[in-house]
């Protein structure tokens, strides 16, 4: 009894002595250790390089800190208005301030916000050819303090002790020039080179003086105009003609030297007495919009903020969403109509005949995609291979030549060929897998050829269907290079659009706003995906 | 696949219907590939099949774009621009391709053996992950990593373009490498753990070996990716990193002249070149395994 008892309430022990539980636990934790420790560093590889600069993509579809940073007095107090009728006095005076000095770089720590718009700081003007010292020093006191310019001296010499070839020590430096005015100003790509120079010979004890001041102002005067061009360009999004109503503004300010500044700037720019262009600048306030999205859309915000449609001639994207959709539908069903009779011919031929035509599904697989644009355009275009054999067989004559080149019809024609092979990979698979045997017994048990295939073959390849076709589509949604190189004018699509925003018309918001909803509506497909087929269970070729 | 003697009229249709349409697709699918071949051998700067090539005149061939393509500029009767890019371009593509593949494949095996291991956790979702720079579009990706590159003054240099290759070449490591470690049998590290091996020893020489065939097909793709990848290195890379489809991409967009063809003619070459080596790694893990291609 006793020694029974003894063997219940003892744990089992290992060869060392430790309870085998005990000893389970902590092995299991060392391998689940170890397989984090393989994992985690490509994670995080791919965190720093992919996911970061996604998430941070995303993030500037609805940044809208630009303006605030352009406007910090106006919007302080731009709530007092009644958004009816033309604003007073206090309100004119804000923008001439915001709009024509760089009293915001110097006080408000740029942040933006916070603006306490009773700070005297706000109505000093500093003269144009100086002496700067005195007015900056009225502005915000701190900069007669030399903790205030450490930081930037030390910007400077961090530049200067680095050490390498020449050509990488003014990178290093012109590096640093940039460092200082995106220490001073939200901008990261103005220069602050008069500063740089200034510094450089500054024992970072003595206090700074007069050329010190001239080099901060020139310096943020110079940024300050590319903030002013940057944020124009922002607030023509919102309402156009903001962009020549600043930049006209900005010229005529420096001559209005005294209050009332409401009369003088409406004397400069006749739309200063629009309570439209006021309204809109309401709009703006907000730093953080959904405006890009609206216009990805082809919509607005009115002066109620009321969603509106854009006006007719600024309508694109939401034709542009469509044809995006309705070309990879039209991809989706003509890979899927061309691919399940080859993938069935490829899964029932014996395996040395179907090895051989499985090549010609897998070459162009393999072939860099720009090499089969360019064998598209040979075959596609007017006079082209296609074209000529239809002319010399006398199906056309040589004037009618089909146009299939930079038209709807050959984006689809070649991203149907180039996208095949992702439709007849799945579908061959499945169909491998189902033994023949199912179908004679169909029709051993009285069903037509027909029904046994609709019953009983066409069910079973549903998985294959389901992967092919979500992968096609997910592919053909986002679709880039084809569109751009044989799109022409009418075969262009949304991915086409995002690039034109990055590249051309550099509006980067509506560029990032229409990549997220893109993204949004891959990730979704991508879910079912993984729901239907697994993503473990991905193969390639 | 014959049809039985006892076929209906319309069963025959079908079934040579059916066979119509497959010829059409692989017809399709190679066609385009094969037909730029003998343009590219063409005398005439225009793209197409010339009446003297279609009566195998002998004139009518030269290797005149091939030698445009390697920068041989003494061919007085060329119209067409005439550049060393074509060169370096090839150069620098196999330079940031052999780099990206090297760090792909490392990573990737890396995380395969880690999320082939019965206790890791989250093993789904760090797999969608691993795998999303596959399906995010390239432009989205491109976009994002411009904006990320610019500020860490990586935009412009070729460690940006190489990096942001390893991120889309690394899925494909991972799939093929979980694939074959699908059939690994961990008794074969342990009895060399229990010979005395350490974990390095062990995984260099057992298990590398035999996954080594995923290894390869997964590099391969890594490669190709980063070969022929042109809209990243249209927003990150600088005027200095032209590389091949970007030299390409230009073309295509200026002037399409045949050495654009002669430059597809050898890339469809390295092609059939890739696609055998595929094709024959994967029989030979089928072989291994004991699957024996029925």
């Known amino acids: ?541 | 696949m014959a049809l039985p003697i006892y076929a209906t009229p319309l069963q025959r249709l079908w079934h040579f219907t059916y066979l119509a349409i497959c010829a059409f697709v692989l017809f399709f699918l190679v066609m385009p590939l094969i037909a730029v071949i003998p343009i590219s051998f063409s005398s005439s700067p225009f793209l197409e099949f010339t009446p003297g090539m279609l009566a195998f005149d002998p004139e009518a061939f030269s290797l005149r774009w091939y030698r445009i393509l390697i920068g041989d500029c003494s061919d007085p009767g060329i119209t067409t621009v005439c550049t060393d890019r074509w060169i370096i371009g090839a150069q620098n593509s196999l330079f940031i391709g052999i780099i990206a593949t090297f760090l792909a494949t490392t990573l990737g095996i890396m995380a395969s053996l880690g999320l082939s291991r019965p206790h890791m956790p989250y093993r789904k979702a760090i797999m969608a992950v691993m795998i999303s720079p596959l399906i995010v579009p390239l432009i989205i990706t491109a976009s994002g990593v411009f904006f990320f590159f610019a500020k860490l003054n990586l935009v412009a240099t070729y460690a940006g373009l190489i990096f942001a290759h390893t991120v889309l070449g690394l899925p494909f490591v991972v799939i093929t490498v979980t694939a074959t470690l699908v059939g690994f049998d961990q008794n074969l590290t342990r009895a060399g753990a229990s010979l005395g091996g350490g974990p390095l020893r062990n995984f260099f020489k057992i298990q590398m070996p035999l996954i080594l065939p995923g290894v390869i097909s997964g590099a391969l793709f890594a490669f190709i990716t980063s070969f022929d990848e042109v809209v990243i290195v249209l927003f990150v890379g600088g005027p200095e990193q032209v590389t091949l489809p970007r030299q390409m991409w230009s073309g295509i967009r200026q002037e399409i002249s045949p050495t654009i063809l002669s430059a597809a003619t050898i890339l469809v070459i390295i092609s059939i070149l890739l696609l055998t080596t595929v094709e024959l790694l994967r029989r030979r893990t089928e072989r291994l395994r004991g699957v024996t291609p029925s």
Request: charged share 20%; with cysteine.
């Open chain 1, 1 to 541: 009894m006793a020694s029974n008892a003894s063997t219940v309430s003892q744990p089992l022990l290992t060869a060392d002595g430790t309870p085998l539980k005990v000893s389970l636990k902590r092995s299991m934790r060392r391998s689940k250790l170890r397989a984090i420790g393989l994992v985690l560093p490509p994670l995080l590889f791919l965190m720093l390089l992919f996911i970061i600069p996604i998430g941070n993509l995303l993030t500037r579809s609805v940044d809208d800190r630009l303006i605030n940073y352009q406007m910090p007095l106006t919007f302080s107090i731009i709530e007092k208005w009644d958004s009816q009728t033309l604003p007073d006095e206090e309100l004119f005076e804000a923008v001439y301030y915001d709009l024509g000095t760089i009293n915001k770089f110097l006080i408000t720590n740029n942040t933006g916000r916070e603006v306490n718009p009773d700070d005297p700081g706000w109505r000093v003007i500093i003269p144009k050819r100086g002496p700067y010292k005195e007015p900056i020093l009225k502005i915000n006191p701190l900069w007669g303090e030399v903790e205030t310019w450490m930081p930037l001296s030390r910007i400077v010499h961090n530049s200067l002790e680095y050490e390498g070839s020449k050509k990488e020590k003014r990178n290093v430096e012109k590096r640093a020039q940039f460092d200082i005015c995106s220490y001073l100003t939200p901008l990261t790509n103005a220069a602050c080179s008069r500063l740089f120079k200034v510094l450089k010979n500054w024992d970072q004890q003595s206090l700074p003086d007069e050329k010190f001041y001239k080099a901060l102002y020139k310096d943020l005067s110079s940024a300050h105009k590319f903030l002013t061009g940057k944020s124009s360009t922002r607030m023509n999004y919102e309402k156009p003609g903001w962009k020549s109503l600043v930049n006209k503004s900005r010229r005529g300010f420096n001559k209005i030297k005294n209050p009332p500044y409401k009369e003088a700037m409406i004397k400069i720019e006749k739309r200063w007495g629009d309570v439209n262009v006021w309204q809109s600048l309401v709009a703006m306030k907000d730093p953080f919009t959904s405006g890009y999205y609206l216009n990805a859309f082809d919509r607005k915000y009115d002066v109620d903020s009321n969603v509106i449609m854009q006006p007719e001639e600024r309508q694109v994207y939401v034709m542009l969403w469509w044809r995006t959709l309705l070309l990879s539908l039209i991809v989706t069903i003509g890979c899927l109509l061309l691919a399940y009779p080859t993938a069935h011919l490829l899964a029932t031929l014996p395996l040395k005949y179907s090895n051989l035509l499985m090549i010609c599904v897998l070459m162009p697989f393999w072939t860099s995609l720009l090499v089969r644009i360019v064998a598209w355009m040979v075959m596609l275009q007017q006079e082209g291979v296609i074209n000529d054999v239809l002319v010399s067989g006398g199906i056309l004559s040589d004037e009618n030549r089909l146009p299939m080149m930079y038209n709807f019809t050959g984006t689809v024609i070649v991203m149907i060929q180039i996208l095949l092979p992702f439709m007849i990979l799945p579908i061959y698979s499945v169909m491998k897998g189902i033994p023949p045997s199912y179908m004679r017994a169909a029709q051993n048990l009285g069903a037509t050829p027909s029904l046994a295939f609709l019953k009983v073959y066409m069910p079973q390849t549903l998985p294959g269907i389901g992967a092919g076709v979500i992968l096609v589509f997910i592919v053909a949604i986002g679709y880039y290079i084809t569109p751009e190189l044989v799109g022409g004018k009418d075969g262009k699509l949304i991915g086409n659009m995002v690039a034109y925003h990055m590249q051309k018309s550099l509006n980067w918001g509506l560029a990032a706003a229409m990549g997220t909803v893109l993204l949004g509506a891959i990730l979704i497909l991508y879910w079912v995906y993984d729901k239907i087929v697994g993503i473990d269970n991905m193969k390639l070729a």
